[in-house]
């Protein structure tokens, strides 16, 4: 069963930085994309960042480009996303899911940033 | 970016009656693989997204039979044969071919 664990959120100011986390398990980690989506409060689905199974390759939403990074470790079935100059508008449940087209979601961390 | 545009944004149904949802995308999602990348996703009320539908037409494992996805090039429907009390949710649609993934507004599906 694929499952996906997302820790990492919390609370953070303006300009801040914090890193979010999905542990993978049940399917064969190296072999497949990982996305990251978010969703702000009561708003819809953003897209965010996808990364390659070997992690050679990356892509970025512009809203996001040049201040979050995604990388994975295949050894740990462990997929990142670091968020630095953190604004207001992250402020969403962040969501990591399986392949470029999401078949599988985790449950989401909320992350919000605030003065 | 391309742009994915979804009608209706709310879709008021009756319990049994059919229910229809419509995305639109901005470029032609048609892959040099022969694919088209067009995917479904249902919502519910404070659960995680789930996909339904992918390239196209295709349900995931687990997904009810009511559910059909068609459609070609830039057009797509989402179809609910008889909808049921757990359909309630939003509704998206994401392309799945172009950089940067977008997804449509979203659809609100709820009983009458």
């Known amino acids: 069963e694929v499952q996906l664990l997302e820790s990492g959120g919390g609370l953070v100011q303006t300009g801040g930085s914090l890193r979010l986390s999905c542990a993978a398990s049940?399917?064969?980690?190296?072999?497949?994309?990982m996305s990251w989506v978010r969703q702000a409060p009561g708003k819809g689905l953003e897209w965010v960042s996808c990364?390659?199974?070997?992690?050679?390759?990356?892509y970025y939403a512009d809203s996001v480009k040049g201040r979050f990074t995604i990388s994975r470790d295949n050894s740990k079935n462990s997929l990142d996303l670091q968020m630095n100059s953190l604004r207001a508008e992250d402020t969403a449940i962040y969501y990591c899911?399986?392949?470029?087209?999401?078949?599988?979601w985790g449950q989401g961390t909320l992350v919000t940033v605030s003065s | 970016d391309v742009v994915m545009t979804q009608s209706p944004l709310s879709l008021p149904v009756t319990l049994g009656q059919p229910a229809s949802i419509s995305c639109r995308s901005s470029?032609?999602?048609?892959?040099?693989?022969?694919?088209?990348?067009l995917n479904w996703f249902q919502q519910r009320p404070g659960q995680s997204p789930r996909r339904l539908i992918y390239k196209v037409s295709n349900r995931d494992s687990g997904v009810p039979d009511r559910f059909s996805g068609s459609g070609s090039g830039t057009d797509f429907t989402l179809k609910i044969s008889r909808v049921e009390a757990e359909d309630v949710g939003v509704y998206y649609c994401m392309q799945g071919i172009h950089w940067p993934r977008t997804f449509g507004q979203g659809t609100k599906v709820e009983i009458k």
């Open positions: 470029q032609s999602l048609v892959h040099s693989d022969g694919n088209t990348y």
């Open positions: 049940g399917f064969t980690f190296r072999n497949f994309a």
């Open positions: 990364i390659s199974g070997s992690g050679g390759s990356t």
């Open positions: 899911a399986k392949e470029m087209n999401l078949n599988y």
